[in-house]
């Protein structure tokens, strides 16, 4: 089943937890979830978008039974009410930040009005939905470097570490940080390309593999730096079996 839920973000900080957890423990409601679900969230107002997918992965879990993450919910009387009711686990698959799945796009594709509760999405709309998904953040993270990181014992940490470099509202909060220039070769794609190469950058993930443990929390600004393609490959590859720093790669260009 295909589910699509709404997210009021003056109620609960969506962004932050996910980033944080890399799941959210859901209030379930009358809902009828199944293991295996495919959950959309749709952001209310002021961001009206849809921006999570997610996968359900338990339900029928009682306040005593998942994780405490008081820290991220804005109205705290909510918080408390919340924890009577059932919960349903929902890891993120991908998160976008598209244009295209902002509400008079999903509109023109089948959705009536903004989500409320929670709604079973038709083939069409899904179709359109997951279409945003897989493309959205495709020009930032070519393929090539998506699966060059060779298969290694922290292979599962590095999936999840480059997470954050497709993330586009991790993206949006580095470059707001440092600019849209390579912080290793100081390329421009807007100086070389101009209106074409506008707002283009990848952005990497820094934090050594090792350091990632299962309450690993983001810092936008130091953990991910602004880096452009050729770069950006280069820090994906070994030289006799390590990654390059940072500054090595920059003292071996200088
Ligand atoms: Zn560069
Ligand atoms: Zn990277």
């Given at each position: 089943m295909i589910w699509l839920i709404s997210a009021n973000g003056k109620m609960y900080d969506h962004a932050g937890s996910f980033a944080h957890y890399g799941s959210i423990d859901w209030r379930q409601g009358n809902s009828k979830y199944s293991i295996g679900d495919i959950v959309y969230i749709y952001c209310t107002s002021p961001i009206q978008r849809v921006r999570y997918k997610c996968r359900v992965t338990a339900i029928d879990k009682n306040s005593s039974e998942i994780r405490d993450d008081k820290d991220y919910w804005i109205n705290k009387e909510e918080y408390e009410k919340s924890l009577d009711g059932k919960f349903l686990n929902l890891e993120l698959i991908e998160e976008v930040d598209s244009e295209k799945l902002s509400l008079p796009f999903l509109q023109e594709h089948g959705l009536k009005a903004a989500p409320q509760g929670p709604i079973k999405v038709n083939e069409a709309l899904e179709s359109y939905i997951s279409s945003i998904f897989s493309t959205a953040n495709d020009e930032f993270f070519p393929e090539t470097i998506e699966s060059s990181p060779e298969i290694f014992e922290g292979i599962k940490k590095q999936v999840s570490v480059n997470k954050y470099e497709r993330s586009s509202i991790a993206r949006a909060k580095c470059i707001?940080?440092?600019?849209?220039?390579?912080?290793?070769?100081?390329?421009?794609?807007?100086?070389?390309?101009?209106?074409?190469?506008?707002?283009?950058?990848?952005?990497?993930?820094?934090?050594?593999?090792?350091?990632?443990?299962?309450?690993?929390?983001i810092d936008y600004v130091n953990d991910l730096i602004p880096v452009c393609t050729n770069c950006h490959a280069m820090l994906h590859r070994q030289i006799n079996g390590k990654y390059l720093t940072i500054q090595e790669l920059i003292k071996l260009i200088s």
């Open positions: 707001e940080a440092h600019g849209h220039s390579c912080k290793i070769c100081n390329f421009s794609f807007e100086e070389i390309y101009g209106e074409l190469g506008k707002d283009f950058i990848h952005v990497h993930h820094i934090t050594p593999i090792h350091s990632i443990g299962k309450n690993y929390k």
